[in-house]
């Protein structure tokens, strides 16, 4: 199997398109932590080829950020380290802060927990509304200009922000949410990475696991699980999106020989210029990336999956319930 990559700007290796997302690791919303089976996740995916690591500090609130600076330890020169910028939090609620202050205090504790002395990609989380985008970006460029960040990114950005955002630093990736239930990025975001040579970072692949295959309508979520809090996994909408899953899993499988789960990866790489963010925190979850590679969807596919959509899902609703409080 040999994994695809892709060129990022600024960075001086290719990039599996295949990243290892780290948001669970961190326990905060996922149901709590294991710090020894997330460090063999890291390790594993290494191992495996996936050398894209995105991470942020909020997840955690450090934790995610530290694991992988001790499963880093001696093969940092390995591995591409993403992590993200912009976001503060109080009492354990993340909220926006893309202050030049701020980001500068991150960055240095960022890298005191990656146990690094360079960021290969450096992203601002979500855009502060109160804070002008001249100044967040310019932070960053000194950063860049110093060498502790070797490129630039933005999450959860819309394209007015992005234009506005790369008058003041070169701008490498988006990190938007998009998966085959999700694209709102479509009409806006990808075009616009397109036109202006910036790779994608898609978040959420596999739509919070929906897409992975092994939910049924009895599976329940423990805790602080974020699912608990997304729309798409309550009644009604949970019983339509299992019903899109089941017949995208059925075409998949007579069409292809494939799983849903490398369905719902190969549709997303072959969008564009995009990575998938792959959200594991097990390495026995990183099973069955490799099926994503070697093929692709035709013009036909892509019409007969948008048919299974339209069939199964008559409430649809997007990601916006993760969206951070603005202070």
């Keep these: 199997m040999r994994i695809e990559t892709i060129r990022i700007s600024g960075i001086d290796k290719p990039v599996s398109r295949i990243a290892l997302g780290t948001w669970a690791m961190g326990g905060h919303l996922w ?3 294991d710090d020894e089976q997330s460090t063999r996740t890291l390790r594993h995916a290494l191992n495996c080829g996936i050398n894209l690591i995105d991470t942020a500090p909020v997840y955690g609130f450090g934790l995610s ?3 992988i600076g001790k499963a880093l330890r001696g093969v940092r ?4 380290i993403a992590t993200k910028t912009g976001l503060q939090w109080e009492d354990g609620t993340p909220r926006r802060n893309a202050t030049a202050e701020r980001i500068r205090k991150e960055v240095e504790d960022s890298l005191r927990r990656l146990e690094t002395d360079y960021i290969d990609l450096y992203q601002v989380h979500w855009p502060d509304p109160l804070v002008a985008q001249q100044e967040t970006a ?3 460029e000194r950063l860049r200009r110093e060498g502790k960040i070797l490129a630039v990114g933005v999450s959860n950005y819309s394209s007015a922000q992005l234009d506005e955002f790369s008058r003041h630093t070169a701008l ?3 990190q938007p949410p998009y998966n085959v239930f999700e694209r709102a990025i479509d009409s806006d975001i990808l075009p616009y990475a397109k036109r202006h040579s910036l790779v994608v970072l898609a978040y959420g692949p596999l739509c919070r696991g929906l897409l992975a295959g ?3 309508s009895a599976t329940r979520f423990a805790g602080d699980d974020v699912r608990n809090l997304d729309p798409k996994f309550r009644a009604p909408r949970f019983e339509q999106y299992l019903a899109a899953v089941a017949a995208l899993d059925v075409y998949a499988r007579e069409c292809h020989g494939k799983s849903v789960l490398a369905l719902a990866l190969r549709w997303v790489l072959d969008q564009g210029p995009t990575i998938a963010l792959w959200g594991a925190r097990r390495p026995e979850q990183l099973k069955g990336f490799d099926e994503a590679f070697g093929w692709h969807l035709s013009a036909d596919d892509l019409t007969h999956i ?3 959509l339209a069939s199964t899902i008559k409430d649809p609703i997007g990601p916006e319930f993760m969206a951070p409080a603005k202070r």
């Design 31 to 33: 149901g709590g932590a």
């Design 65 to 67: 950020e530290e694991l």
């Design 77 to 80: 020169h390995s591995a591409v």
């Design 138 to 140: 310019e932070a960053l």
């Design 172 to 174: 490498a990736t988006v």
């Design 214 to 216: 092994n939910m049924h």
């Design 306 to 308: 948008d048919r299974i």
